[in-house]
């Protein structure tokens, strides 16, 4: 298997992998729902699944809000309906191709032993209650907690990732496994991916509740929710934010258990993780003293915690970095053009409209929102002289106002551009042995991740960076004085020379060719005796 087959994941070339001519039930198995299986669609069946898990578990939560279960009680049903018919036909097809499993299919029944094993219990389990309902008459209340039953579907997915988690930890400490699944690193595996994604859904629940309280209808009805919601998401990131400064110090250059902790403590992330929940126990602690209602609209701050989910925001500050005496210049131009602009309108438009040009610090407003050219027309100069200026400086704020943004495209363009290219440079060293290994392929993996290349990208890329590294090898395409420059090179140059020499006597005329060679002269003895050793004949004497 080449490199580009064995790198590409898509479920097209995966099918392409299982072969047709196998039995179908087994085909339907690798394709569906072996763990085993490269590039099959068991990662993304257990994805859409745990989605549609937690889609429940809040539509079940919803459902006790009669203001907005009431008008809307016929989709709660249909997506009930819905969810069940799924997992109905989830178990069905896990039944169906238990004789394929490895767990099962030394049993003597197989779907026997399936139907008794946990897993198929507590997928029965979710699909169960709905049934009953139509043949026995249940209390609604009790269907709803049956229901909540659901999510015990999720450990099919927690239970692999945490003995995966266990066996990749043996014999580590206590401290190691923590700073192995809130960290990255090679020791996590998917239960360290499952904590992020655990996380970054609390961020965007705690974040939406946060924009809903705001609306007074909506936090008028739910206000004991949005309380119990807030307090749970604050103990999930403190729990977060208490595990990643205790386990930081298993991190390279944070060993020290004081010093370590307080540099961990001071990292960007750390502090967004700080702020995340601040505003809960300030409010909590503090709430006798001082109003301090204002500080909920800091939770929105949560929301920059995904920046650690993301490559984006750090190719951001790279570019910043990198472009910043280039962007300080044309701040400082800015700035400039407005002090000049607000003290020519003051100049000209105060007489005329002392209250809304009363002074030069009032008219920054007016100037900045006419050079970046919104233009809200709260406060327009009247006068002749002052439109004229208006004009001018509004046909130079669109270049000069232009100049940021322009800069800043350019060089995020510029600074992925860089870090195509090293991914493409250690693509190139890891092609040495021509084969990616499962390690080199996570890191370009996740490498690739970060600089937001699809799959076909990536496989473009190999497939560049093995014809260039085919190219360098190939000496023949060298300058000669770098094939001389190494022995080894200048060797298989000299073999290379004698075999297109051997395959020019082969095709051409000899007759015509010694003719020439000899009638002619143009080739002295010594030339022709080689000509004739190289294609195998008898050197003619001199």
């Known amino acids: 298997m080449d490199t580009q087959a064995k790198f590409s994941f898509t479920a097209n070339d995966s099918a392409g992998m299982i072969s047709r001519d196998l039995p179908m039930r087994r085909w339907l198995f690798l394709w569906l729902l072996c763990p085993h299986q ?277 190719t951001l500050t790279r570019v910043i970095s990198r472009e910043w005496p280039v962007l300080a210049a044309s701040a400082f131009i800015m700035l400039l053009l407005v002090i000049m602009t607000a003290s020519l309108g003051y100049l000209f438009e105060h007489e005329a409209q002392p209250d809304k040009f009363e002074n030069i610090p009032q008219s920054i407003y007016w100037a900045v929102i006419t050079l970046a050219s919104v233009g809200y027309g709260d406060i327009s100069p009247i006068t002749p002289m002052g439109r004229v200026m208006t004009i001018i400086l509004a046909l130079l704020g669109i270049g000069i106002f232009a100049i940021p943004a322009a800069l800043l495209s350019s060089a995020f363009t510029d600074q992925l551009r860089i870090e195509r290219e090293t991914l493409k440079n250690e693509l190139y060293e890891m092609l040495a042995d021509g084969v990616l290994d499962e390690a080199e392929t996570e890191k370009i993996m996740a490498e690739a991740k970060r600089l937001h290349l699809s799959e076909e990208e990536v496989n473009r890329l190999i497939v560049k960076a093995r014809r260039e590294r085919e190219l360098k090898e190939d000496v023949s395409v060298l300058p000669l004085h770098k094939i001389a420059a190494t022995s080894e090179h200048a060797i298989e140059h000299y073999k290379v020379l004698i075999s297109q020499i051997r395959q020019l006597g082969v095709m051409t005329d000899a007759a015509k060719f010694a003719s020439v060679a000899r009638d002619k002269k143009r080739l002295t003895p010594d030339e022709w005796a080689l000509w004739k050793q190289i294609q195998g004949d008898e050197p003619i004497k001199p």
């Open 38 to 314: 490269k590039g099959n669609h068991h990662k993304m069946i257990d994805r859409w699944i745990s989605l549609l898990i937690l889609a429940n578990l809040a539509a079940l939560v919803t459902e006790h809000i009669p203001a907005i279960y009431t008008p809307y009680a016929t989709w709660f049903h249909a997506f009930d309906v819905f969810s069940v018919a799924v997992f109905t036909l989830e178990y069905l097809l896990r039944l169906y191709l238990a004789p394929e499993d490895a767990e099962f299919q030394t049993a003597h029944r197989p779907r026997l032993r399936y139907v008794l094993s946990p897993f198929a219990l507590i997928d029965l389990i979710a699909v169960v209650p709905f049934y009953l309902q139509a043949f026995i008459p249940l209390d609604l209340r009790a269907l709803r907690l049956l229901r909540l039953l659901r999510i015990l579907k999720l450990f099919r997915v927690l239970v692999p990732a945490c003995h995966e988690f266990m066996e990749a930890n043996r014999g580590r400490t206590f401290r190691q496994k923590v700073h192995a699944l809130v960290f990255p690193s090679a020791f996590g595996g998917t239960l360290h991916h499952i904590f992020d994604n655990f996380i970054v859904i609390w961020v965007i629940v705690s974040v939406i509740a946060v924009i809903l309280e705001s609306v007074h209808s909506i936090q008028y009805l739910l206000n004991l929710e949005f309380i119990i919601l807030d307090a749970i998401a604050v103990g999930i990131f403190t729990l977060e934010y208490c595990l990643r400064l205790y386990s930081c110090v298993e991190n390279p250059g944070m060993q020290q258990a004081l010093s370590g902790r307080f540099k961990q403590a001071k990292t960007t992330s750390s502090i967004i993780d700080f702020l995340a929940i601040l505003p809960f126990f300030l409010e909590v602690f503090l709430h006798h003293l001082l109003d301090l209602r204002f500080l909920r609209v800091f939770r929105l701050l949560r929301l920059l915690k995904l920046t650690r989910y993301t490559g984006a925001t750090t």
